[in-house]
């Protein structure tokens, strides 16, 4: 008595969707018939159009960008700056006067909370 085979006996398993039928060139004629039907790789002048006009595009967003970074750094970054820096020189300026002019010695007892009025004074009216 002879048993089926698994194959023919379950008809799911021989349709698997993991099972491909083997092909004994599996890179012959059918790809040079693939690789004839593209198209050809001929430069037009639509495409060179099309090529200057990407490019345009792309440096005129650059521009743009670059034109952004320059307003940020002269409306924002440079008159807090500018700020910070006129006050530090304006308290070391002061300093140095009170204790020419009168005899007194000052002195800054934390330093990490002085820069930080400083700059929340700075940034304050932004």
Do not use: H
Not at 32 to 39: E, T
Not at 59 to 79: D, F, G, K, N
């Amino acid at each position: 008595m002879a048993t089926p085979s698994p194959a023919g006996s379950n008809p799911s398993f021989s349709m698997s969707a993991y099972m491909v039928p083997s092909r004994e060139n599996s890179y012959g004629s059918e790809f040079d018939d693939d690789l004839a039907s593209l198209p050809s790789e001929a430069t037009t002048d639509s495409d060179l159009d099309t090529l200057s006009d990407d490019y345009s595009d792309a440096e005129a967003e650059w521009r743009e960008s670059i034109e952004q970074l320059e307003l940020l750094l002269t409306m924002v970054l440079v008159p807090f700056i500018g700020k910070y820096l006129g006050r530090r020189c304006a308290y070391w300026s002061w300093t140095k006067f009170m204790q020419w002019k009168y005899p007194v010695e000052v002195v800054i007892t934390n330093p990490g909370i002085f820069k930080g009025a400083g700059f929340i004074e700075a940034a304050a009216s932004l």
